[in-house]
């Protein structure tokens, strides 16, 4: 993958973990499944022709969302 679709990738995760953060907030856990599905398939349409074509665009997002995730909580 090159550096530049890395970083759209990363760049669009950064939005959706913000994005899937306010949506949480103050709502019971039971509900954070649907919540944050929703948003992932949402930020996903964004992202399909920049994933490789080995996993799905959800897929690779979710995988940024928890890279950024971890980044952001050290």
């Known amino acids: 993958m090159s550096p530049e679709a890395e970083n759209a990738l990363r760049s669009v995760a950064r939005k959706c973990r913000t994005d899937i953060l306010a949506a949480t907030e103050g709502k019971p856990r039971s509900e954070h499944d ?3 599905t929703a948003l992932l398939d949402k930020h996903a349409k964004s992202i399909i022709a920049l994933s490789p074509n ?9 995988f940024y969302v928890r890279q950024v995730d971890k980044e952001t909580r050290q």
Not at 54 to 62: E, Q
């Open 54 to 62: 080995t996993f799905p665009a959800k897929r690779w997002l979710s």
């Open 34 to 36: 649907r919540i944050i």
